[in-house]
């Protein structure tokens, strides 16, 4: 595969890594494509800035650090003997490049319910294809990487795993830009001690101390940060606001929004829509957090009270109380909480679902059953870290703890 002649090449200026330089000439011209470049405007943790002011990092930063440390990865693999042709090491640039492209506005938060079917993944996958077809079939092995269907197994683990390039750039990125400092992983450490043994992506045995920290850190950013309740509240507005903006829309009522996000107001797309009408696709390529963001500015001002004030609160951050508890809400309490609403705000039976809300969360750090992350010791014999671990009792870490909740306006 040609490289970049050298007047080319690019380097990037990273406020975690420093510089990234970009090696090869389609890695630019992906980065430069319309579907990335998107990525600019889809924030990497939601609604999460309304607790750490300084998490603004977006979706475009994470790709390309994770991009940084497959290069990484693939040297330290490389200088332990195991061999990764430049056409392997690019095809895997690509797909952990291109890993995220699917995300929809605000991530996570919204991902089923501007849409409803179909994961992020696939998404991903369709766009993959597309640039393939583009791109002259140069996607086509990365493609077959991010889906593990290529025979060089450690290479997908490398994009997706229990230790992949993605967890370890956004475990640090989130800890830099939310000041939280338990996410902040020894990423440099861990590649380090990086090996592949029977075609699997391991860590020698030196490595466990690197790796209980991942974990534990892992568990810390989820309870503090991804899964942190004031976020819940805000996301969980930001939910209600959709829901009620599409019904509002969908029963023939006037509502304006931006034309990407009327498309998916209007009517339910899921798996089929997006791999069968080359449509969908294209207008949820349009699609980020400016058309969420602008349309909520403007249904401030909307003659129905619901959204209104809905968007209202989540603009001026009046945000839901919420209740976080061990065991589920007792019926009796959302009754309470719902009789006590409806009263306050002057609202039915129905209208008071978009202000009382109940859900649960889960939080597993570390999950065998989805692939253990293995340990190599000198013997060539292998364990899984949480049995190898003799710091931390990280097998309790791998049992889900779950935490149920009601949110409701103060």
Known sequence: MEQYPLNKRK???DPVYGFITLKHEVLLDLIDHPYFQRLRR?????????VYPGALHNRFHHALGAMHLMGEAIDVIRSKGHEITEEESLASHIAILLHDIGHGPFSHALEHTIVKGVSHERISELFMSRLDQQFENEIKLALRIFKGEYEKEFLH???????DMDR???LRRDSFYSGVAEGNIGSERIIKMLTVNNGQLVVEEKGIYSIEKFIVARRLMYWQVYLHKTVLSAEYMLVSILKRAKWL?????DLWSTPALAFFLQKE???ADFENNPLVLDTFAKLDDYDILTSIKVWQEHSDPVLAL???NLINRKLFRIELKSEPIKQSRIDEIRESVKSKLNLGNEDVNYFVLTDSISNAAYSPAAGSINLLYKDGSLR???EASDHFNLTALSVEVTKYFICYPR
């Not at 889809?42 to 309304?50: F, K, N, P």
């Not at 683990?157 to 230790?163: A, C």
């Open 11 to 13: 380097i990037l200026n």
């Open 42 to 50: 889809i924030t990497q943790l939601g609604l999460s800035h309304l």
């Open 157 to 163: 683990q490398l994009v997706s795993s229990q230790l």
């Open 168 to 170: 370890l750039d956004y």
């Open 249 to 253: 829309i969908q029963s023939g009522q």
């Open 269 to 271: 797309y899921g798996k």
């Open 310 to 312: 809905l968007c209202q």
């Open 384 to 386: 899984d870290a949480a």
